[in-house]
């Protein structure tokens, strides 16, 4: 379905790059928080980097995957996870009404 999607994109001249997880070297995310104090970006350099950087610029992103156990496989997990740099800490407390 995703093919399909993309490949309809495309036709409709939209500019599309796709990258399969399983033909890249990478790792999910390792709490190291470089991300959130050096960087504004995931600061682990490996093949994850550009689909990272793609994503960053992209409008959409679409995710596919089959389903095991009830959830994606542990490729899209560890790229879900290394989007943890795109969060933006929240700079001021939330409040919280009273009950």
Known sequence: MAKRLCETAEKMG???QTF???ELQYRGC???MGCKTKS???V???DLTAALESVRE???LVMAS???LWDVTSLLRGFIER???YFVPISRPIRIPAV
Do not use: E, I, R
């Open 58 to 60: 992209g409008d959409v």
């Open 20 to 22: 399969a997880l399983s």
């Open 14 to 16: 939209a500019q599309v």
């Open 83 to 85: 989007t943890y740099s």
């Open 44 to 46: 682990l350099q490996d």
């Open 30 to 32: 390792t709490a190291c």
């Open 66 to 68: 089959p389903v095991y």
């Open 40 to 42: 504004d970006k995931c």
